[in-house]
């Protein structure tokens, strides 16, 4: 008897839409913020005591070019991924969709303004004057 | 009648087990079809339906038609039509390669074909030994099929009416035109107005207390079209498949006892081999003679702990003694058990927290299958009478039906195949039909009858409930018309019908509103079950012999001097009357059945 | 509007298992860490363009109150990550899939491990801080801060 | 022993919101199946209550309720399960994000409409093999899409899932069960349009790997795993 056997693996066609683009981002972010974000609270809010937080020790940090980028990064993929999170949360409660596509609209800005604003904040900081004090 | 909505079609089809949805698949393709099912179309019973389907595909050994059709009639013990049987089995093959086609996920042999394994009665000539004709996917074969033919329907379209509870048949004088049915949801009644009807609405098993058949399998096609004139045929026999659950009815299929599993009583005795039911084939005798066995065992008080039960033993330990007893080389473990019976072995969890591998299951026959029903000819045409009249437009198909192909016993996995190959059939014979037929007027008042008789149940006050009537008949017919009848149980149990006719007049329903009213449609199937479990007590006791599943003890021999004939029976105002017609003989002459 | 509120109650009738609780909690600790990002980052913005504001949140994130929510946020980000890191798994490894329920049980006590003895350090440094300054329960006002 | 239950019961002709009917049984016995007690229920006390049922083994799908708080079919659910000693409370309501139509019965064709949304028939308009008879296939192909065969279309799945009670424009896991057996079937050539649907807003990207829905299934279909397996396809583009 002749026999059949294996698998048959097959390429398919798949249309990427933001949906499938989402999905993929939320796995890949959570995945940088592990590191990220982890990292970050368990140094800033774990080893290092608020208690002791001042904005000199803020700006002793930021003094480096090498948290500064971090810090940008964090801020980048923590709050595109939480906020596309909340999109996720919010679109399972609306319904109506020219309602969905309005609170879309206003959490894609505020996502823009929030990076860009924060941005600015991180890169123009000059610790100059906290650190020599 | 300003209450009743009128749909025009040209065929409206009852039923959507697996033979109303081939039918279905067939004929809307040329005719404009209405299905009407009381279940959503997934929940009918070819769902339950495990171990196969029969066709002589030859995938693994040797097999041809010529011999399924053989043991298809030699099964029957020779009350079959051979001519059918052989369109069966024939046909089989094309309509098995033909569901492939649609989807069907059937098992695969290593060479990619569709897988096959052996069965009760299915044997090779050369080898004389069974053969592998039972088509399966796992052991849910008839799952598979139904969900095929209805996702095929959902791809052509079909009209479903679900949840339909059709209530009567239209018929004026030699013509049908049409049904009347009952929206459950809205308890509005509807009236389908066709040139042609086809009854595909299952069994009737529900007529015993102890059954594989669905609660919904209460003979409502078999009872209208006796209310309508219609005869039915060879009622009396009835098949108990020998290993259903104590008390629960729910199948052990046959492949238990195939893999090695033995029949003990309460004495610890392998009774099939030692009290001489069957010493060579012991427990792998026919579904019929290990009925009769298990019954005598138990009516002798060979019961598990005197009860009415006896063990069905797949435990390892057991088996490989027997094998080791009767010389054969083969052991089996847990492992192969597991693997080879994943769904009782999940059933007898489940129901008897029992575990097949350390323990033996308690069974006792239960009420399987109807091997009579509406008479009909190969392409479903429904025959009035012993000449072969037929009643033009009007078609059956599926276990309703009685072609006829099983006669007095069926063979495992041929339902399955009776169900596609003849709903095709029907459903082809249906389309051509219509395209010539006209589509008659409906009568004044069509839907009349059958909306008094509604309105009289709702009214009744005789405090009597439906369950307390159809319990009192389960447990009569149970104990009279079951693996075994005589002249005597069967008239008590004509009697106790009879009170229990008076009893039905007397049902008073509690839900008095329309949505979703199953109140009122159990106490009209009670109706129909009482029916169908007359025409069954009726048959049995005119029929002097003993033959396939109908074992008289006072007559226990086969009689083919006068009875290789079908029985016909006929409602007649508040009488009947019996007629017979003959059997179509052909390749096979009749000879006494030994296995 | 409506089937948030039948989510909610029903997804805490719902007599779920491991995976329906853990979603509960992967949800709620997103949106929490959420709210507390966009404080943070906002605030945070502040040490560049209001220095002196910045200086008062510090001040005012001393609070015991906020000690307590800080702790909160180093758990929802603990249990977020681990099951986060299962989902994701997952996803992309379904044939693992038949460890769900322990994949569940290991997210939870890693976190729980993790996030125990930290609670304890942390909670010690909020109690430790109201034993050093005894107006530790007094919110410090801006006003003191942008003078 | 003694069962003491607690139906939701609700009848659009008479009741204008729903409520529980209380029932005490007598003689019940461990092995007796909710389906006999609702049996019960409705013969000896109360006609008018209402419920699917067919099979009475599991295998039909008709009666999927929620039991003591989880979905389940109530025919394939012994009381012995739901708790022992001389009384045994038990609490059954129909399956939620579903209309009630009358007391345990809820309207279907939300649920079909999805299933029927992935195309759910094979779909291959090559020729068939010529000597007239059964495409091959391999036993390890056939093997791929074994487990999403066997789905009864019960809704105990789609209703135990919180993104389906939270919008019930979500498929639901049922009708990506039933996409999955389609696409992971070598003979079927209509992967990418059942893609399409299945990978659009409403698809798989809903589901929030939750586990509901696979610990609903009565037919213990591993529906969480088809799920991923059919999101890693849209993933990847390979089947
Ligand atoms: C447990 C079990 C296992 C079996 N295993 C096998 C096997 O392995 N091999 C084999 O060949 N056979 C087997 N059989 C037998 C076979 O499955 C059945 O005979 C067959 O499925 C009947 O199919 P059908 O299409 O005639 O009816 P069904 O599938 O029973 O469908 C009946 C249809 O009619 C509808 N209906 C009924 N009354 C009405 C009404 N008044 N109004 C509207 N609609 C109505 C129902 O809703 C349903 O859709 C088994 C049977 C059982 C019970
Ligand atoms: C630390 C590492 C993190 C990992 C590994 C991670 C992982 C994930 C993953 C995989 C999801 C998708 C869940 C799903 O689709 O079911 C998700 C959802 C979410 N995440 Fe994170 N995440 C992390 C950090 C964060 C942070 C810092 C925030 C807040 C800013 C956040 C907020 C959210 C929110 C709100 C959701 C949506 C929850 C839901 O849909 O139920 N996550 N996360
Ligand atoms: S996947 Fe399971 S729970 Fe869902 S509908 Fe199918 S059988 Fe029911
Ligand atoms: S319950 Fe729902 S979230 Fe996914 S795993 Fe099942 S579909
Ligand atoms: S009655 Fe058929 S699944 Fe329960």
Same mark, same amino acid.
């Given at each position: 008897m002749t026999t059949l056997s294996g698998v048959t693996h097959r390429k398919v066609q798949v249309r990427s839409n933001f949906e499938r683009f989402a999905f993929l981002f939320m796995r890949l972010s959570g995945v940088t913020l592990l590191v990220l974000a982890v990292g970050h609270v368990l140094i800033q809010h774990v080893l290092n005591d608020v208690h002791n937080l001042t904005l000199e020790v803020v700006a002793a940090t930021w003094n480096s070019w090498g948290w500064k980028v971090y810090d940008m990064l964090l801020l980048i993929?923590?709050?595109?991924?939480?906020? =596309?999170?909340?999109?996720?949360?919010?679109?399972?409660?609306?319904? =109506?969709?020219k309602t969905v596509k309005i609170v879309n609209i206003v959490l894609a800005v505020f996502v823009v303004v929030t990076i860009i604003w924060a941005g600015i904040a991180i890169a123009s900081f000059d610790a100059a004057p906290f650190i020599n004090n | 009648m300003a209450q009743v909505k009128i749909h025009t079609f040209d065929a409206v089809i009852v039923g959507a087990g697996g033979a109303g949805l081939m039918a279905a698949l067939y004929a809307s393709r040329s005719a404009n079809v209405a299905v009407l099912s009381k279940l959503y179309p997934t929940r009918s019973h070819t769902g339950a339906a495990q171990g196969g389907i029969g066709a002589a595909l030859a995938n693994m050994e040797e097999d041809s038609w010529e011999w399924h059709s053989y043991d298809t009639v030699k099964g029957s013990d020779y009350l079959a039509d051979q001519d059918a049987v052989d369109v069966l089995t024939k046909e089989a093959i094309n309509t098995v390669v033909e569901l492939e086609h649609m989807g069907l996920p059937f098992d695969r042999f290593p060479n990619?074909?569709?897988?096959?394994?052996?069965? *009760?009665?299915h044997m090779s000539k050369t080898t004389g030994r069974p053969v592998m004709r039972a088509c399966h996917a796992a052991d849910r074969t008839g799952h598979m099929i139904l969900q095929t033919l209805y996702q095929q329907c959902i791809k052509n379209e079909v009209n479903f009416f679900d949840e339909f509870h059709v209530v009567d048949l239209i018929r004026v004088d030699d013509t049908v035109r049409g049904v009347v049915a009952i929206e459950i949801a809205t308890g509005e009644f509807h009236i389908f107005h066709s040139k042609a009807v086809m009854f595909a609405t299952g069994g009737w098993g529900r007529v015993w207390e102890v059954t594989s058949n669905a609660h919904s399998l209460t003979g409502d096609g078999p009872a209208i079209a006796l209310r309508r004139g219609i005869p039915l045929q060879d009622m009396e026999f009835f098949q108990f498949h020998p290993t259903g659950i104590f008390k629960l009815g729910i199948l052990i299929t046959e492949g238990v006892r195939g893999e090695g599993g033995v029949l003990i009583n309460g004495e610890g005795e392998r009774f099939m081999g030692v009290r001489g039911y069957a010493p060579n084939v012991k427990d792998l005798a026919s579904r019929d003679v290990v009925s009769r066995a298990i019954y005598l065992e138990i009516k002798a008080g060979r019961g598990i702990n005197g009860q009415k039960y006896v063990h069905l033993d797949v435990t390892p330990e057991t088996v490989n003694r027997y094998y080791e007893e009767d010389g054969e080389d083969r052991r089996i473990d847990r492992a192969y058990i597991e693997a080879k019976l994943p769904d009782i072995a999940d059933f007898t969890r489940t129901y008897l927290g029992v575990d097949p591998v350390t323990e033996p299951m308690p069974v006792q026959p239960t009420a399987h299958y109807g091997m009579g029903g509406i008479p009909t000819d190969v392409h479903g045409r429904v025959l009035l009478d012993a000449q072969k009249n037929p009643l033009p437009g009007f078609y059956a198909a599926g276990e309703v039906a009685c072609v006829s192909v099983h006669g007095a016993?069926? !063979? *495992?996995? +041929?339902?399955?195949?009776?169900?596609?190959?003849?709903?095709? #059939?029907? *459903?082809?014979?249906?389309? +051509? $039909?219509?395209?010539?037929?006209?589509?008659?007027? !409906?009568?004044?008042?069509?839907?009349?009858?059958?909306?008094?008789?509604?309105?009289?149940?709702r009214n009744s006050g005789g405090g009597v409930k439906t369950y307390e009537v159809r319990n009192k008949m389960q447990v009569s017919m149970t104990e009279n018309v079951s693996v075994f009848r005589t002249e005597e149980t069967m008239k008590q149990a004509l009697e106790d019908l009879e009170a229990l006719r008076d009893e039905y007049q007397k049902v008073e329903i509690q839900d008095k509103g329309k949505v979703? +009213?199953?109140d009122i449609l159990e106490a009209w199937e009670l109706g129909c079950l009482l029916d169908t479990a007359e025409v069954t007590t009726v048959s049995g006791l005119a029929r002097t012999e003993s033959r396939g599943a109908h074992a008289r003890d006072d007559y226990t021999e086969r009689d083919d001097e006068n009875w290789l004939m079908h029985t016909l029976y006929y409602k007649?105002?508040?009488? $009947?009357? #019996?007629?017979?017609?003959?059997?179509? #003989?052909?390749?096979?002459?009749?000879?006494?059945r030994v296995y | 509007m409506s089937s948030?509120?039948?989510?909610? @109650?029903?997804?805490? @009738?719902? @007599?779920? @298992?491991?995976?329906?609780?853990?979603?509960?909690?992967?949800?709620?600790?997103?949106?929490?860490?959420?709210?507390?990002?966009?404080?943070?980052?906002?605030?945070?913005?502040n040490a560049s363009f209001a220095p002196n504001v910045y200086r008062w949140s510090v001040e005012l994130f001393k609070h015991p109150l906020f000690g307590l929510g800080e702790v909160g946020l180093v758990g929802a980000v603990l249990y977020h990550a681990f099951n986060g890191i299962r989902i994701s798994l997952l996803d992309f490894k379904p044939e693992w899939w038949k460890h769900q329920q322990r994949s569940a049980t290991i997210s939870w006590a890693l976190f729980l491990i993790i996030f125990i003895p930290i609670a304890i350090m942390m909670i010690n440094s909020i109690v430790n801080h109201c034993n050093d300054s005894v107006n530790c329960w007094v919110f410090p006002r801006l006003s003191d801060f942008i003078s | 022993m003694q069962a003491q239950l607690r139906i939701r019961r609700y009848n659009p002709e008479k009741d204008t919101s729903g409520y529980w009917g209380e029932y005490t049984l007598n003689n019940i016995n461990p092995n007796d199946s909710v389906l006999d007690l609702l049996h019960r229920v409705k013969w000896e006390i109360d006609g008018t209550l209402a419920l699917r049922r067919s099979c009475a083994h599991g295998v039909c799908g008709s009666d999927a309720f929620r039991i003591n708080g989880t979905n389940m079919l109530a025919c394939k659910t012994l009381v012995s399960r739901l708790g022992a000693g001389e009384t045994v409370k038990i609490q059954v309501e129909p399956i939620l994000g579903l209309r009630v139509i009358k007391d345990l019965i809820v309207d279907m064709e939300p649920f079909m409409n999805h299933y029927k949304s992935v195309l759910p028939y094979f779909i291959n308009d090559e020729a068939a093999p010529e000597n007239g008879r059964e495409r091959l296939q391999s036993q390890e192909d056939r093997a791929r899409f074994d487990d999403t065969t066997k789905c009864i279309l019960c809704a105990a799945c789609t209703t135990s899932c919180p993104s389906f009670w939270a919008n019930e424009r979500y498929i639901g896991p049922a009708a990506i069960v039933n996409a999955h057996r389609f696409i992971f079937d070598s003979r079927d050539q209509a992967p990418e349009k059942r893609l399409a649907?299945?990978?659009?807003?409403?698809?798989?990207?809903?589901?929030?790997?939750?586990f509901n829905c696979t610990n609903a299934c009565p037919r213990e279909i591993e529906i969480t795993k088809a799920i991923a397996e059919v999101k890693k396809v849209l993933a990847t583009g390979e089947i």
């Open positions: 993929f923590a709050f595109s991924h939480g906020m =596309n999170g909340l999109r996720n949360v919010l679109e399972d409660y609306i319904h =109506n969709a | 990619g074909k569709i897988s096959q394994r052996r069965f *009760g009665g016993n069926r !063979l *495992g996995t +041929n339902s399955l195949t009776d169900l596609v190959v003849f709903g095709k #059939l029907a *459903g082809k014979d249906m389309a +051509n $039909y219509c395209q010539t037929a006209e589509l008659l007027p !409906l009568p004044d008042g069509a839907a009349d009858d059958v909306m008094a008789e509604f309105d009289r149940i979703f +009213n199953s007649e105002g508040d009488g $009947y009357r #019996l007629d017979y017609k003959p059997v179509t #003989l052909g390749r096979y002459e009749p000879k006494p | 948030l509120m039948l989510t909610l @109650r029903e997804s805490a @009738r719902y @007599r779920g @298992r491991s995976g329906h609780w853990s979603w509960v909690a992967h949800r709620l600790s997103g949106l929490a860490i959420l709210s507390f990002l966009i404080i943070h980052v906002w605030d945070t913005a | 649907v299945v990978g659009d807003t409403f698809g798989v990207w809903r589901c929030r790997t939750n």
